[in-house]
């Protein structure tokens, strides 16, 4: 019987390995066979699909609370714009059938109807998998700070280069277009800005900061409809505050990497020190050990 499920493993494996590369082939060709809009209009509405309420009841997604709450505010922070609900009940169900499945390997085991290297992988792979579904409120703030890091550099060019306009008569979304060649990271909600600015602006400024989701964004965009009410220069003086606030948090983020690293590569340095004791040293530990038991037996 054992051998009958490790040929079936066998196989099945196989089997997925083969279906895991058509389907890349697959994708492969239609990125670059197929047409881009039809993509775009295929998947056009596919972060506005809601899981159907009996769902979120299951696993108790269906009301506000502090993980809900907290996860809205990651996702949007991290520009993932995805239901928190969906996110939230999606992890809340791994964590609950990964270790099932773990545990259920183990039995497979046990009962001998897996091997021991196939066993322990699948354990190894569903802890792996529960842990970083576990660990995503801190993987999520990590992406957060390197997002918000990202935005608050392009916003201090962005307004440094809107202070040079100081004084001149070209209008508000012509310096702010100027400006679009400078951005990277928040270029493409900043062209959907400009493109809908004489749509309607403030509606327009609500939608960028609802894209970027971060403090930096919502100061952005506070700033720019000050200066399309009125460009006094309390308005200016204000904005060359906020480029030294951000400047000096970019400064005091960068110390803070610099010293991560610095650890780091301190813990990494003692990597070749264990394999230099473990090579070298560790023979002629043993080698003494057998010299000092023959000479006391």
Known sequence: MSEYMNSLMFGLSWLFQF?????????????????????????????????????????????????????????????????????????????????????????????????????????LVFASITVVVTADRSLLQAIRRYRTDRIRREIVVVISQMLYYTGSRLHLHGKLMKCLSLTRHIRHEMGLLLN??????????????????????????????????????????????????????IELAKESRKETTSYLLFVLAGVPILYTFQIFLYPWVQEAAKLFDALNP
């Open 196 to 249: 809908e600015w004489y749509h309607d602006a403030d509606a327009a400024l609500k939608r960028f900061k609802e894209r970027l989701g971060t403090d930096e964004a919502y100061g952005f965009a506070e700033c720019v409809r000050s200066l399309r009410l009125s460009e006094s220069d309390e308005i200016y003086d204000m904005m060359r505050e906020i480029v030294r606030d951000y400047k000096a948090q």
């Open 19 to 123: 279906a895991l590369l058509f389907g890349g082939v697959y994708a492969v060709m239609r990125l670059f066979i197929a047409p881009s809009n039809r993509w775009r209009i295929h998947l056009r509405g596919w972060r506005k699909r809601q899981a159907p309420l009996w769902w979120h009841k299951l696993w108790r997604t269906d009301r506000e609370s502090v993980s809900l709450q907290e996860r809205r505010m990651l996702l949007a922070g991290c520009g993932i714009r995805y239901s928190p609900e969906s996110y939230l009940s999606i992890r809340r169900c791994l964590q609950t059938m990964l270790p099932l499945a773990a545990i259920f390997a183990y039995l497979l085991q046990a009962w001998g109807q897996l091997s021991a290297l196939v066993g322990w992988n699948a354990m």
